[in-house]
C-alpha cells in the first residue's frame, strides 16, 4: 500500500510563479516531512522539512505547508525559476514506529517555463 | 566533508552474476538506508543500517537480496544471482545520530545496475 502519495505525475509552470506541489499521506504515525529534489543521474537533494509540531515551515524560495488532519502537505516555491525544474518527492518517517526510515512518494515532476 | 559516496556508479552484470553496490555515508553519520528507483517509479525503501546491525529490512526481497554495515568500510548491498527485473537504480543515504531522530538524510549519486 502506498503511504504516501504525490498523485500529480507532472506540473508545468511559468517562470516567476508559484510552483505548489502536493502530497498525501496514510499513516497516522508520520511525525517528520521531508521534500528533496532530484535532477536525471543524479541522487535526491534535500530541500526543506517539517516536523508534526509545526505547520509551516519557510526556507527562502521554498516553504512547506504541513495539514494534520487532513494528512496532506504541500511545496510552495515562491518564485519559480527554470532550475527548479526536477522531480520533486516528498516524504516521511515516524519516529515512534521504532525504525527512521522515510517513505517516498513517487514524485511530480515539475517544468518551469522561462 | 564529503558527501554520500556509492561505487560504483555504473554496473553491468549478465543474468545469474552476482552485483556488490558500495556506499561510504558521509563522515560522522551512523545510520544507511538502501533504496531502488525502476524506471519511471519512485523510490522504494529496501534496508535501513546501523553499524553491524540491521535495523529494518522490510523492503527487501526476500531471496537474492541482502545488505551489511559492517563496524569498518562500507555499506555493501549484495545480489545474487541477479535477473533482468533488477536493473534499476540503487540508491544509498545515510544520516546522523541524534537524540531527537528526526534529521534528514542525505543521498548518495547512486548505482545504475544493468542486467543483461
Known amino acids: 500500500d502506498q503511504q504516501v502519495k504525490q498523485n500529480s505525475p507532472s506540473l508545468s509552470v511559468q517562470e516567476g510563479r508559484i510552483s505548489i506541489l502536493n502530497c498525501d499521506y496514510t499513516?497516522?504515525?508520520?511525525?517528520?516531512f521531508l521534500w528533496y529534489k532530484k535532477y536525471p543521474a543524479e541522487g535526491p537533494t534535500f530541500l526543506i522539512s517539517?516536523?508534526?509540531?509545526?505547520d509551516k515551515n519557510e526556507d527562502g524560495r521554498f516553504t512547506v505547508f504541513l495539514n494534520k488532519s487532513a494528512k496532506h502537505l504541500s511545496l510552495h516555491i515562491v518564485p519559480s525559476q527554470p532550475g527548479d525544474s526536477a522531480v520533486y518527492f516528498c516524504a516521511a518517517s515516524a519516529s515512534e514506529e521504532g525504525t527512521y526510515k522515510y517513505i517516498f512518494g513517487t514524485g511530480t515532476r515539475l517544468k518551469v517555463l522561462a | 566533508n564529503a558527501g554520500v559516496m556509492q561505487n560504483p556508479r555504473h554496473l553491468v552484470r549478465r543474468r545469474g552474476q552476482e552485483a556488490r553496490l558500495r556506499c561510504s555515508p558521509m563522515k560522522g553519520h551512523s545510520h544507511v538506508y538502501w533504496y531502488r528507483q525502476l524506471p519511471e517509479e519512485g523510490l522504494k525503501f529496501m534496508v535501513y543500517?546501523?553499524?553491524?546491525?540491521?535495523?529494518?529490512e522490510s523492503g527487501m526481497p526476500k531471496e537474492r537480496f541482502s545488505a551489511e554495515f559492517p563496524k569498518e568500510g562500507p555499506s555493501i548491498l549484495r545480489i545474487q544471482q541477479v535477473v533482468r527485473g533488477d536493473s534499476a537504480a540503487y540508491f544509498c543515504?545515510?544520516?546522523?545520530?541524534?537524540?531527537?531522530?528526526?534529521?534528514?538524510?542525505?543521498f548518495g549519486q547512486g548505482t545504475r545496475l544493468t542486467v543483461v
Open positions: 543515504a545515510s544520516s546522523p545520530w541524534t537524540a531527537r531522530m528526526n534529521t534528514e538524510a542525505f
Open positions: 543500517l546501523q553499524k553491524e546491525n540491521i535495523i529494518d
Open positions: 499513516n497516522s504515525m508520520f511525525d517528520y
Open positions: 517539517i516536523s508534526s509540531i509545526k
